[in-house]
């Protein structure tokens, strides 16, 4: 389906902006450049959730994540929506926590009825202080620890099992607790992504999940072991597609594993789906709505186990970049420039792969607005650069920009995912605060690391402190 959103207005940032404000409802946030509440104000300056993100900047520090609550919690209730108007029995939207693991998104997640998934004991303890009910909590991992395992299974979360030494751990932690647990079953589904086309093949080369192969022993060891209640199977196919193909074979894959699964007497009652949906980074992204995704997702569950005449399972997803990513902008500030007459111009902003390690991880594209300068004309093309010592630090390769200054507040959109999850303390800098933003307010909801936060773990052993000391004094082993 063609989109017949606007997108060139004029030739100035505004042209990111999404369309008018009364559309908001049916505005799907992954198709979007900017979050759903984005505008310029009378000063040309950029806003989002109702607050000028140049007086955000100069409030809350720089570089600064901003989050914007309604485009956060619009893609919550678009999944729950639109699995309620096409899945004609139960279902469960579990948020893949992985792209953004803090307290203040895992419950607002929560809030909005997702479940959370976790793939470590850190995301878990995170999902369970954010308040998430453990019955909707999933443990995932290729290799959770058995204090991992212990964990989830002591409260009361589903336990994904990925491989046989995850199966093992997870019957001897029952066996000896007495205790039983939720159990599903992930498989490799053998369903390869590209960006333009995919390709099937019988034995996919991943890590995750139990090859395909060994399906009978995995049902037949789960059906020997009455504590373990296998409740579902699992698969994901990967991440950032645009394509909904792989999500209608998968369907076919999934139903086949239940049919499988019924034979061994285990009565498989929820299919997972995974994630997957991609986001709008640039112009030319163009990713389904989130509800032709979960369209095509329920439709072809639906329809492979209509035709076989057996009962419909709860359905789960488990949405992670398509919820939180385009809910948030980092705004940093412009520093140096650097001409290099025929070649390009660096301009370099106060953060980098520090805080976004996707561009130089994956080679991900970016688009940048300045946040003060919303109405002038893109005369610039510019690289935008981070400030770490490394070459390949490169935000932006070719940013169509005003002509700006330092100072100026450049903005980059599409940052909720994968971002502040990932980021590290590269050449000490302390990690940004993040905002979240709502009706022109905005409250901390991660704060800016200080220096003094930096050195939180370090010890200096008695015979390297020097004879002048330390101000302040550092902790001693
Ligand atoms: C990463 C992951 C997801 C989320 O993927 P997105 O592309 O962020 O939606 C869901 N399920 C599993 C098992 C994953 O590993």
Redesign the pocket.
């Known amino acids: 389906m063609l989109s017949t959103r606007p997108v060139g207005v004029d030739n100035s940032g505004r042209k990111y902006l999404p369309a008018a404000a009364s559309a908001s409802e049916s505005r799907s946030p992954n198709q979007e450049l900017m979050p759903l509440t984005a505008r310029v104000n009378r000063a040309d300056h950029l806003e989002i959730g109702g607050c000028d993100v140049t007086v955000l900047v100069e409030r809350f520090g720089s570089p600064l994540y901003i989050v914007d609550e309604e485009t956060l919690r619009t893609a919550c209730r678009q999944y729950r929506e639109a699995l309620s108007r096409y899945y004609p029995g139960q279902w469960q939207v579990i948020y893949?926590s992985?792209?953004w693991s803090c307290l203040a998104i895992c419950a607002v997640a929560a809030q909005e009825g997702l479940g959370i998934?976790v793939?470590s004991g850190g995301e878990l303890h995170t999902a369970l202080t954010a308040g998430a009910s453990p019955e909707s909590i999933y443990l995932?991992g290729n290799n959770k620890s058995r204090e991992e395992l212990q964990l989830a299974i002591e409260t009361g979360c589903t336990v994904v099992a990925d491989n046989w030494l995850d199966l093992l751990t997870i019957a001897d932690i029952s066996k000896k607790a007495r205790q039983p647990v939720r159990l599903m079953l992930r498989f490799t589904p053998g369903i390869e992504c590209h960006t333009h086309e995919y390709i099937r093949t019988g034995h996919l080369d991943s890590k995750f999940g139990f090859d395909p192969d060994w399906a009978d022993e995995v049902f037949s060891f789960v059906s020997q072991h009455p504590a373990l209640s296998c409740t579902g199977l699992h698969a994901?196919i990967g991440?950032?597609i645009f394509e909904l193909q792989p999500h209608e074979d998968l369907a076919g894959v999934l139903v086949h594993w239940l049919k499988k699964a019924a034979q061994y007497g285990l009565p498989v009652r929820e299919l997972n789906v995974?994630?997957?949906?991609g986001i709008r980074y640039t112009e030319s992204d163009d990713p389904p709505s989130i509800d032709a995704w979960v369209k095509t997702v329920c439709v072809s569950i639906a329809g492979a186990l209509g035709s076989e005449g057996l009962p419909l399972p709860k359905l789960l997803c488990?949405?992670?970049?398509?919820i939180v990513g385009p809910a948030c902008v980092t705004a940093y500030t412009a520093g140096s420039q650097k001409a290099i007459p025929g070649i390009r111009t660096y301009l370099s902003v106060d953060g980098g792969m520090s805080d976004n390690p996707r561009p130089i991880t994956y080679q991900a594209v970016y688009r940048a607005v300045v946040a003060n300068r919303m109405g002038d004309p893109l005369t610039e093309k510019v690289t935008v650069a981070g400030k770490h010592c490394e070459s390949g630090d490169i935000l932006i390769q070719e940013a169509e920009l005003p002509k700006t200054e330092p100072g100026d507040i450049l903005v980059v959109p599409g940052t909720g995912?994968y971002n502040y999850s990932m980021a590290s303390n590269y050449n000490r800098l302390p990690r940004p605060a993040a905002v979240l933003v709502r009706d022109g307010e905005a409250n901390v909801i991660l704060q800016r690391e200080t220096y003094q936060d930096l050195l939180r773990l370090d010890r200096l052993p008695a015979r390297l402190i020097p004879e002048s000391g330390i101000t302040p004094p550092l902790p001693q082993e």
Do not use: W
Request: glycine residues 22%.
């Open positions: 893949a992985k792209a998934d793939v995932h994901h991440s950032q995974g994630g997957g949906l488990e949405p992670g970049r398509s995912a």
